[in-house]
């Protein structure tokens, strides 16, 4: 009986590791993934503004 009390615990705790080391990467790829959307919306703002800049100085030659 003992002897299965044991093979219990260590299968839980291999389990409970397993299950952490799943959480682990997961966080992981979530903080990957921010980082990734944080890039992207740099990237988008900086393309944005660099078009309004063009249409504003395309606006200001049709004035001339």
């Not at 959480?23 to 990237?43: N, Q, Y």
């Amino acid at each position: 009986m003992k002897i299965l009390n044991e093979a219990e615990i260590d299968h839980k705790n291999k389990y409970e590791e397993s299950i952490k080391a799943f959480a682990d990467k997961l966080e992981e790829k979530i903080e990957f993934l921010k980082g990734k959307a944080s890039e992207v919306e740099s990237s988008a703002k900086e393309s944005y503004d660099n078009r309004i800049e063009l249409l504003k100085e395309k606006k200001e030659a049709f004035k001339k």
